[in-house]
Nanobody, 129 residues
Framework: EVQFVESGGGLVQAGGSLRLSCVAS?????????????IGWFRQVPGKEREGVSV????????YYADSVKGRFTISSDYAKNTVYLQMNSLKPEDTAVYYC?????????????????WGQGTQVTVSS
């Protein structure tokens, strides 16, 4: 069974930092096996569409970020641990959302949720002003 589990969310003051983790089971991130072309982080607030935050390619390690988080968030991977991280610095109240990780089996538009095949259950991030 494929399962993704996010963790690391919580309540933080504006300007603070959090590191989210996404651990996979029943699924390998490792570039050698190419179970997934990319791992992405998305976020969603009630009443709004799910928004692409960042993505990392499993083969080439290329990364992309939404303009709203560039310079503040960093995506990284530790395939030995089957884990992808999202380091979030200089957090703002508008970063408040449920954050999800997702795996894209075949390369597609990185910020489009419909191109991803497997999703975690999400972790809540709340940034207070």
């Amino acid at each position: 069974e494929v399962q993704f589990v996010e963790s690391g969310g919580g309540l933080v003051q504006a300007g603070g930092s959090l590191r989210l983790s996404c651990v996979a089971s029943g699924f390998t991130f490792d570039a050698d096996t190419f179970d997934a072309d990319a791992i992405g982080w998305f976020r969603q607030v009630p009443g709004k569409e799910r928004e692409g935050v960042s993505v990392i390619g499993t083969e080439d390690g290329n990364t992309y970020y939404a303009d709203s988080v560039k310079g503040r968030f960093t995506i990284s991977s530790d395939y030995a641990k089957n884990t992808v991280y999202l380091q979030m610095n200089s957090l703002k109240p508008e970063d408040t959302a449920v954050y999800y990780c997702a795996a894209q089996v075949l390369t597609g538009r990185w910020d489009k949720p419909s191109t991803y095949d497997f999703w975690g259950q999400g972790t809540q991030v709340t940034v207070s002003s």
